[in-house]
């Protein structure tokens, strides 16, 4: 299988550019219609010096007019030989273009149709048969033709909860809302996916720097530490919120099925385009799809730092949750 950037030099040099020999046969043809151009104005030249002469011109032997009338139409003469060559030389090179392009047309189909090959092979078999409702896709698509499934959710039925609960709390809750004590948001309430954000540990980290000044630990003034105070404020790690509540209006932060219309996440959709995108994704935990804001998506990693309408902000391997069939992305009003 070719790597990814045998395909990307392949494009890259198929589009800045024509291939060196075709620009080479094209410069040439410009040359000759330049040459032609000028070729042409000269026979016109000499074509009306011709018609000008009087017509017993060329019958007086040895005078200056007939000295004149010969020198005129061996120059004519001339200069349409020299006018044929140059067409003849425009059409091999037109032709020697023409077999240039077809050849490189064939390259790239056939560069295309591998492509296509090794990428309708990427998907696994057992990726490719799951269907975490059970239920037939919808009419005209299926898995990996972006159709996703039926806009009937009502006939849908959920998968069954396992043993394992997840307990999903907003910012600031004192109390969980599903009845337990509460845990507050910067914990992760799971290992497989969640990830601390980065922006809120170096916020705890200067807020620890803050602390140990005031105790003399780090200025030994009993002040605070003037670098944290500039470094960790608000304006260089702004808090990620979930900013389109438009189209949520009026659902529940969660729910045991997909509430909008959607379709599932490919692994060919983590694309920098997808920041921004609303989705739904489900957690086995607790056999609930949670509403949620795509946020910085690194398409290298394959990863993305999502915040839930709770408020909360994890970082999730997309790549896992495509190959699981764990995203539904919200259809675009």
Known sequence: M?????????YVESTLGLPSDLSRFLNMIRVLDARTAE????????????????????????????????????????????LYQFSE???????????????????LDATTAQFEEEVAAIPTAAADAYNPFEQPYSAGGGRGKGKGFADQWDSLEPLAAPSLKRIPVGPGAGGGPMGGAGIPPHIP??????????RVMAAAVLAQGDE???MGGFGGGGSSNPSSMAAGGDSMYPTLQFAHHE????????????QL????LQVSDIKPDLQGRQA?????????????????VNVIDKTATIVYRTGEVEELNLQEIANEGHMSLIEPL
């Open 247 to 258: 189209r949520t209006l009026g659902l529940m932060d969660s729910a045991q099925q997909p």
């Open 261 to 264: 219309p959607g379709r599932l």
């Open 2 to 10: 070719a790597s990814i950037i045998s395909y990307l030099e392949n």
């Open 280 to 296: 739904e994704m489900f957690w086995p935990d607790d056999n609930m799809w949670y509403l949620i804001e795509i946020h910085r």
């Open 189 to 198: 309430t799971t290992k497989k996916r969640v990830r601390e954000d980065q």
């Open 89 to 107: 030389e425009k059409v091999t090179l037109a032709q020697h273009a023409l077999e240039l392009i077809t050849n490189h047309q064939r390259e």
């Open 39 to 82: 070729l042409m104005e000269a026979i016109k030249h000499t074509t009306d010096a011709l018609c000008r002469m009087e017509p017993a011109a060329g019958s007086r032997k040895g005078g200056p007019d007939e000295q004149e009338y010969l020198g005129l139409v061996a120059s004519f003469k001339r200069q349409e030989a020299l």
């Open 212 to 214: 140990f000044g005031g």
